[in-house]
Nanobody
Framework: QVQLVESGGGLVQPGESLRLSCTAS????????MGWYRQAPGKEREFVAA???????KYADSVEARFTMSRDNAKNTVWLRMNSLNAEDTAVYYC??????????WGQGTQVTVSS
């Protein structure tokens, strides 16, 4: 079982930035997908960003111009840089990984709150 540990959430004002990190207990080099999802109060969990097979990065339309996902295989870590945050970005952000096409893992989540 792969453990994913997120950090970096917090309370920020609209327009500010945050960087989330997710560190895996095993190599992410072999992961099919490393990604980020989020769940706002009263809403379903939604896709935010993902790096597929270490090469292709995908973003949700709502964040593509503002968020950047990156990875460091040597540190088994992925990051989500979030700029120009607004209230609609308030959510619990979850790190996600898929290995060997079937093994899916989730982190415990980190809260991001955007409020003035």
């Amino acid at each position: 079982q792969v453990q994913l540990v997120e950090s970096g959430g917090g309370l920020v004002q609209p327009g500010e930035s945050l960087r989330l990190s997710c560190t895996a207990s095993r190599s992410i080099f072999s992961a099919d997908v490393m990604g980020w999802y989020r769940q706002a109060p009263g809403k379903e969990r939604e896709f935010v960003a993902a790096i597929i097979r270490g090469a292709t990065t995908k973003y949700a339309d709502s964040v593509e111009a503002r968020f950047t996902m990156s990875r460091d295989n040597a540190k088994n870590t992925v990051w989500l840089r979030m700029n120009s945050l607004n209230a609609e970005d308030t959510a619990v952000y979850y790190c996600y990984a898929k290995y060997y096409g079937v093994h899916e893992c989730w982190g415990q989540g980190t809260q991001v709150t955007v409020s003035s």
